[in-house]
């Protein structure tokens, strides 16, 4: 008797080939975890009837359990992002029918189908976090069939059972919530052999949490400073800000380098205001040199894939020189940009503080010497005063009237000059638009404060709201939440004071 047969065809997911990327150490290691889902079997109701029938019966009815529930516990070992091998446990629920019959009685049957699978398990990932994957192996299962009769019915073997090795197959998706915890949902079959010589086909579909042993982020490279440039006389002195160093070649004959430093919000590209002014000191070096080139480097903290921060440092140093070319007017082929990710750390990713020295760009100019002389002006005055701000408040506390006031009358010494009040959230639970919002009315209150308390003309202020989008920390200790919540104040200077 035949219970069960193939259903339908089950596609496996296409998969990208293991050599077409470079098998990474962290991707390996240990992981387990259990599914539970429910099975399908198509009974086969024809071959069931032919068989009583054969027997001096006739059927007025079958009805099919055709549904069960079934469940999975695994193991395995990922060898590399693409591959890895699996082991478990299964049990594919009970399922069976009822068949009435004249003379007068019933027949009913089940199985019940346990074992272990070997599977091999190919990936494909979409993103960090989201993957699909498909699976084909080896099972050794044993099927468990149960005959009752009722009536004119009799049953003469009631309980036989078969083990067998058979293949099975599926496919499925995956999202990883963190490198050590994931869930699935996946489709597959199961060949069974019955235990009175039928083969057929039991599908189970379901969800499952996958946990990972002993994975770990990627320790960042040790930085390996690039070569100073090569010059006759032994290299100066190059500072860690955007200063020139001017060391004396023989009487009236000098020479010059420089290198630039800046540094960047959270997983942001974009050049801050008052990083501007560090540029025009370059942007007057590489003017008065034509013959001067510069290799603008850029540099990300640890968090993140290696991938996504490799292409967050290219995209920072990118943004440099296309400042450099469309507003400092240096020759785009003078420039190149590096993005190095976060293989080249200059302080410890370990601390905010660390990760945010190294969210930066290296500017490495080249020497000129100048018989005439150089004198380049420092870059102008940047008030980036930061007013600090409680919880899902928007109130100036009395202890920044001092720095206000101090802003203030530099803006009234200044009369030429403009002023752009930043506001800022930390990342709260509220929503998007309430936390740009709650930033827009930090700022507009730093003005209202400038403007009643130290007449400063409205006119020359303006306040715009960034909310949770310039994340100054990671937001892991309430002290570095409130360094989230604040107001920058930035001057701006008119085209016509332009070095």
């Not at 032919?50 to 007025?60: E, K, Q, R, Y």
């Not at 050049?271 to 080139?293: H, N, S």
Request: proline content about 5%.
């Amino acid at each position: 008797m035949k219970l069960f047969k193939i259903s339908g065809m089950l596609g496996l997911v296409a998969l990208a080939l293991i050599a077409s990327t470079p098998i990474q150490a962290q991707d390996s290691g240990w992981y387990a975890g259990f599914n539970v889902g429910k099975t399908k079997a198509k009974i086969d109701d024809e071959k069931i009837t032919s068989g009583i029938v054969g027997a001096g019966f006739t059927v007025t009815s079958i009805q099919d359990h055709d549904d069960g529930t079934g469940f999975k516990v695994f193991g395995g070992y990922q060898f590399n992002k693409y591959f890895a091998f699996e082991g478990g446990y299964f049990d594919l629920g009970k399922l069976g029918y009822e068949a009435a019959t004249l003379p007068l009685g019933a027949l009913n049957g089940q199985i019940k189908v346990k074992g272990f699978n070997f599977d091999a398990v190919l990936n494909l990932h979409f993103t960090e976090k989201f993957s699909a994957f498909g699976r084909v192996g080896l099972t050794n299962a044993e099927a468990k069939d149960s005959f009752t009769g009722t009536g004119a019915v009799v049953v003469l073997n009631p309980d036989p059972s078969e083990r067998a090795t058979n293949v099975k197959f599926g496919a499925g998706l995956q999202y990883d919530f963190t490198r050590s915890f994931g869930m699935r949902a996946e489709i597959e079959r199961y060949r069974i052999n019955d235990a009175v010589g039928n083969k057929g086909d039991i599908d189970m579909l379901s969800l499952g949490m996958l946990f990972r042993f002993g994975r770990k982020a990627p320790a960042p490279v040790a930085y390996t400073p690039a070569p100073e440039p090569v010059v006759e006389q032994p290299p100066p002195y190059v500072a860690p800000v955007p200063v020139v160093v001017v060391a004396p070649v023989e009487p009236k004959i000098q020479q010059y380098c420089t290198i630039l430093e800046l540094t960047f919000e959270i997983d942001k590209g974009v050049i801050q205001r008052d990083d501007m002014e560090k540029l025009a000191v370059v942007g007057t070096f590489m003017t008065k040199y034509p013959g001067t080139t510069a290799v603008i480097e850029g540099h990300t903290d640890n968090v993140g894939t290696e991938e996504h921060n490799l292409k967050l440092s290219k995209e920072r140093a990118e943004n440099v020189v296309t400042y450099l070319v469309d507003t400092v007017h240096v020759d785009r082929s003078r420039l190149s940009a590096v993005g190095y990710g976060w293989t080249r750390p200059i302080a410890d990713n370990a601390t905010d503080e660390g990760k945010r020295e190294n969210r930066r760009i290296n500017a490495v100019v080249s020497c000129a010497t100048d018989l005439e002389g150089l004198t380049v002006k420092p870059a102008r005055i940047t008030i980036a005063l930061e007013v600090e701000f409680d919880l899902l408040k928007d109130e100036v506390k009395p202890e920044y009237r001092d720095g206000l006031r101090k802003a203030a009358n530099f803006l009234k010494a200044n009369p030429a000059v403009t002023a752009t009040v930043e506001g800022h959230s930390g990342k709260t639970k509220t929503t998007d638009a309430s936390a740009m919002a709650i930033s827009k009315r930090r700022a507009e209150n730093v003005v209202t404060y400038l403007v009643d308390n130290f007449g400063v003309e409205r006119s020359r202020l303006t306040a715009e709201g960034f909310g949770k989008t310039r994340r100054f920390a990671y937001s892991d200790t309430p002290e570095l939440q409130q360094e989230n919540r604040r107001v920058n104040i930035i001057i701006n200077y008119p085209s016509s004071m332009k070095k």
